[in-house]
Protein backbone atom coordinates (compact mmCIF):
# COMPACT_ATOMS: atom_id res chain seq x y z
CA UNK A 1 0.00 0.00 0.00
CA UNK A 2 0.72 3.61 -0.15
CA UNK A 3 3.46 5.02 2.09
CA UNK A 4 4.91 8.43 3.10
CA UNK A 5 7.44 9.12 4.20
CA UNK A 6 8.45 12.48 6.16
CA UNK A 7 11.45 14.81 7.36
CA UNK A 8 13.23 16.14 9.20
CA UNK A 9 11.36 14.97 12.19
CA UNK A 10 11.96 17.90 14.07
CA UNK A 11 13.41 21.39 13.05
CA UNK A 12 14.28 24.46 14.75
CA UNK A 13 14.82 27.67 12.99
CA UNK A 14 15.45 31.43 13.93
CA UNK A 15 12.42 33.79 13.18
CA UNK A 16 12.82 35.22 9.67
CA UNK A 17 14.24 32.06 8.54
CA UNK A 18 13.61 29.84 5.85
CA UNK A 19 11.33 26.35 6.84
CA UNK A 20 11.41 23.29 4.66
CA UNK A 21 9.90 20.05 5.07
CA UNK A 22 10.47 17.07 2.49
CA UNK A 23 7.96 14.38 2.02
CA UNK A 24 8.42 10.70 -0.24
CA UNK A 25 5.59 8.43 -1.34
CA UNK A 26 5.09 5.32 -2.99
CA UNK A 27 2.37 5.01 -5.12
CA UNK A 28 3.10 6.82 -8.39
CA UNK A 29 -1.15 7.12 -8.90
CA UNK A 30 -1.51 9.04 -6.17
CA UNK A 31 -2.87 12.26 -7.53
CA UNK A 32 -3.35 15.24 -4.41
CA UNK A 33 -0.55 15.94 -1.75
CA UNK A 34 -2.13 18.28 1.60
CA UNK A 35 0.14 20.13 4.37
CA UNK A 36 -2.01 20.14 7.33
CA UNK A 37 -0.75 22.16 10.69
CA UNK A 38 -1.37 20.90 13.84
CA UNK A 39 -0.80 23.04 17.01
CA UNK A 40 -0.47 21.70 20.80
CA UNK A 41 -4.05 19.84 21.31
CA UNK A 42 -5.58 20.99 18.55
CA UNK A 43 -7.09 19.54 15.23
CA UNK A 44 -5.17 19.62 12.16
CA UNK A 45 -5.60 22.43 10.08
CA UNK A 46 -4.99 22.40 6.09
CA UNK A 47 -2.82 25.46 4.84
CA UNK A 48 -1.87 24.06 1.78
CA UNK A 49 -2.13 21.58 -0.95
CA UNK A 50 -1.16 20.54 -4.52
CA UNK A 51 -3.05 18.37 -7.34
CA UNK A 52 -0.89 16.13 -9.58
CA UNK A 53 -1.06 18.33 -12.57
CA UNK A 54 0.71 21.44 -11.09
CA UNK A 55 4.09 21.59 -9.91
CA UNK A 56 4.17 24.50 -7.60
CA UNK A 57 1.69 26.20 -5.46
CA UNK A 58 2.08 29.65 -3.35
CA UNK A 59 0.18 31.36 -0.61
CA UNK A 60 1.65 34.06 0.90
CA UNK A 61 4.51 32.68 2.75
CA UNK A 62 4.09 28.95 2.55
CA UNK A 63 4.73 27.20 -0.79
CA UNK A 64 4.17 23.41 -2.02
CA UNK A 65 6.56 21.94 -4.77
CA UNK A 66 5.83 18.86 -6.14
CA UNK A 67 8.07 16.30 -8.33
CA UNK A 68 5.96 13.22 -9.99
CA UNK A 69 8.74 11.43 -11.15
CA UNK A 70 10.87 11.65 -8.16
CA UNK A 71 7.59 11.18 -5.97
CA UNK A 72 8.57 13.54 -3.91
CA UNK A 73 6.94 17.28 -2.65
CA UNK A 74 7.61 19.34 -0.44
CA UNK A 75 6.40 22.62 1.91
CA UNK A 76 8.18 25.79 2.04
CA UNK A 77 7.68 28.20 4.96
CA UNK A 78 9.16 31.88 4.14
CA UNK A 79 10.08 34.41 6.99
CA UNK A 80 9.07 32.22 9.42
CA UNK A 81 7.54 33.56 12.47
CA UNK A 82 7.09 32.52 16.61
CA UNK A 83 3.33 31.56 15.37
CA UNK A 84 4.31 28.76 12.71
CA UNK A 85 5.42 26.72 15.50
CA UNK A 86 3.52 23.56 15.10
CA UNK A 87 3.69 19.96 13.88
CA UNK A 88 3.22 20.16 10.29
CA UNK A 89 2.12 16.64 8.24
CA UNK A 90 1.94 15.57 4.86
CA UNK A 91 -0.60 13.06 3.28
CA UNK A 92 -0.83 11.77 -0.17
CA UNK A 93 -3.66 10.30 -1.96
CA UNK A 94 -5.24 9.25 -4.86
CA UNK A 95 -8.99 9.75 -5.30
CA UNK A 96 -11.04 6.12 -5.53
CA UNK A 97 -14.40 5.16 -5.91
CA UNK A 98 -15.64 8.91 -5.03
CA UNK A 99 -13.44 9.02 -1.55
CA UNK A 100 -10.34 10.72 -0.67
CA UNK A 101 -8.20 7.95 1.40
CA UNK A 102 -5.36 9.99 3.12
CA UNK A 103 -2.12 8.59 3.93
CA UNK A 104 0.17 10.77 6.27
CA UNK A 105 3.59 11.05 7.13
CA UNK A 106 4.54 11.01 10.84
CA UNK A 107 4.78 14.87 11.37
CA UNK A 108 7.49 17.40 11.57
CA UNK A 109 7.85 19.56 14.72
CA UNK A 110 9.06 22.71 14.23
CA UNK A 111 10.31 25.47 16.32
CA UNK A 112 10.67 29.42 15.61
CA UNK A 113 12.75 30.96 17.92
CA UNK A 114 12.33 34.76 18.47
CA UNK B 1 -20.42 27.28 5.44
CA UNK B 2 -19.79 23.63 6.69
CA UNK B 3 -19.06 22.57 10.32
CA UNK B 4 -18.20 19.80 11.58
CA UNK B 5 -18.90 18.62 15.73
CA UNK B 6 -17.41 16.08 18.05
CA UNK B 7 -18.21 14.82 21.18
CA UNK B 8 -17.79 14.81 23.91
CA UNK B 9 -14.68 16.75 23.98
CA UNK B 10 -12.26 14.68 26.35
CA UNK B 11 -13.01 11.47 28.19
CA UNK B 12 -11.68 8.91 30.63
CA UNK B 13 -12.90 5.55 30.96
CA UNK B 14 -12.31 1.80 32.66
CA UNK B 15 -10.85 -0.67 30.83
CA UNK B 16 -13.34 -2.77 29.57
CA UNK B 17 -15.82 -0.67 29.43
CA UNK B 18 -17.91 0.83 26.00
CA UNK B 19 -17.58 3.46 24.01
CA UNK B 20 -19.05 6.00 22.01
CA UNK B 21 -17.81 9.18 20.26
CA UNK B 22 -20.09 11.02 17.87
CA UNK B 23 -19.12 13.00 14.75
CA UNK B 24 -21.93 14.91 12.96
CA UNK B 25 -21.07 17.93 9.86
CA UNK B 26 -23.62 20.76 9.08
CA UNK B 27 -23.81 22.79 5.79
CA UNK B 28 -23.15 19.90 3.66
CA UNK B 29 -25.25 16.61 1.61
CA UNK B 30 -24.17 13.30 1.45
CA UNK B 31 -19.82 13.99 2.85
CA UNK B 32 -17.35 11.20 2.93
CA UNK B 33 -16.79 10.87 6.40
CA UNK B 34 -13.90 9.97 8.43
CA UNK B 35 -12.63 8.46 11.54
CA UNK B 36 -8.66 8.74 12.72
CA UNK B 37 -6.55 8.17 16.05
CA UNK B 38 -3.73 9.89 17.19
CA UNK B 39 -1.36 8.36 19.53
CA UNK B 40 0.06 10.63 21.52
CA UNK B 41 3.05 12.88 19.70
CA UNK B 42 2.16 10.40 16.66
CA UNK B 43 0.79 10.88 13.60
CA UNK B 44 -2.69 10.12 11.94
CA UNK B 45 -3.98 6.45 12.01
CA UNK B 46 -7.27 6.18 9.37
CA UNK B 47 -9.35 3.76 10.92
CA UNK B 48 -12.89 4.22 8.71
CA UNK B 49 -14.11 5.72 6.30
CA UNK B 50 -18.12 6.14 5.18
CA UNK B 51 -19.32 7.51 1.43
CA UNK B 52 -23.46 6.71 2.57
CA UNK B 53 -25.36 6.06 4.88
CA UNK B 54 -24.93 2.45 6.51
CA UNK B 55 -21.67 2.21 4.12
CA UNK B 56 -19.19 1.74 6.21
CA UNK B 57 -14.97 0.76 5.04
CA UNK B 58 -12.62 -0.47 7.96
CA UNK B 59 -9.01 0.03 7.27
CA UNK B 60 -6.86 -1.73 10.25
CA UNK B 61 -8.84 -4.74 12.48
CA UNK B 62 -9.17 -3.42 15.85
CA UNK B 63 -10.90 -3.14 19.03
CA UNK B 64 -13.51 -0.50 17.38
CA UNK B 65 -16.55 0.07 14.92
CA UNK B 66 -18.62 2.63 13.16
CA UNK B 67 -21.68 3.23 12.17
CA UNK B 68 -23.52 5.83 10.07
CA UNK B 69 -27.33 6.27 10.75
CA UNK B 70 -27.63 9.14 9.40
CA UNK B 71 -26.44 11.02 6.24
CA UNK B 72 -24.45 13.82 8.58
CA UNK B 73 -23.83 11.36 11.62
CA UNK B 74 -20.83 9.14 12.00
CA UNK B 75 -19.86 6.93 15.33
CA UNK B 76 -17.10 5.40 16.73
CA UNK B 77 -18.24 2.38 19.21
CA UNK B 78 -16.22 0.26 20.96
CA UNK B 79 -17.87 -2.73 23.52
CA UNK B 80 -15.03 -3.11 25.73
CA UNK B 81 -11.85 -0.78 25.89
CA UNK B 82 -8.85 -1.67 25.56
CA UNK B 83 -5.67 0.57 27.25
CA UNK B 84 -3.96 0.69 23.68
CA UNK B 85 -7.47 2.68 22.61
CA UNK B 86 -6.50 5.95 24.55
CA UNK B 87 -5.74 8.89 21.85
CA UNK B 88 -7.17 11.39 20.38
CA UNK B 89 -9.90 10.37 17.78
CA UNK B 90 -10.39 13.03 14.72
CA UNK B 91 -13.47 12.96 12.57
CA UNK B 92 -13.21 14.44 9.52
CA UNK B 93 -15.17 15.13 5.93
CA UNK B 94 -14.66 15.84 2.55
CA UNK B 95 -17.08 16.54 -0.40
CA UNK B 96 -16.68 16.73 -3.69
CA UNK B 97 -13.20 18.34 -3.99
CA UNK B 98 -10.32 16.66 -2.67
CA UNK B 99 -9.99 18.89 0.54
CA UNK B 100 -10.46 16.81 4.13
CA UNK B 101 -11.47 18.87 7.14
CA UNK B 102 -11.56 17.77 10.49
CA UNK B 103 -13.28 18.73 13.66
CA UNK B 104 -12.17 19.21 17.40
CA UNK B 105 -11.47 15.98 17.91
CA UNK B 106 -12.14 13.59 21.41
CA UNK B 107 -9.24 12.65 23.98
CA UNK B 108 -9.80 9.69 25.30
CA UNK B 109 -7.88 8.28 28.66
CA UNK B 110 -8.28 4.30 29.17
CA UNK B 111 -7.61 3.90 32.85
Known amino acids: GENVEQHPSTLSVQEGDSAVIKCTYS??????FPWYKQELGKRPQLIIDIRSNVGEKKDQRIAVTLNKTAKHFSLHITETQPEDSAVYFC?????????????FGAGTRLAVHP | SQTIHQWPATLVQPVGSPLSLECTVEGTSNPNLYWYRQAAGRGLQLLFY??????ISSEVPQNLSASRPQDRQFILSSKKLLLSDSGFYLC??????????FGPGTRLTVT
Open chain 1, 27 to 32: DSASNY
Open chain 2, 50 to 55: SVGIGQ
Open chain 2, 92 to 101: AWSGQGYEQY
Open chain 1, 91 to 103: AASKITGGYNKLI
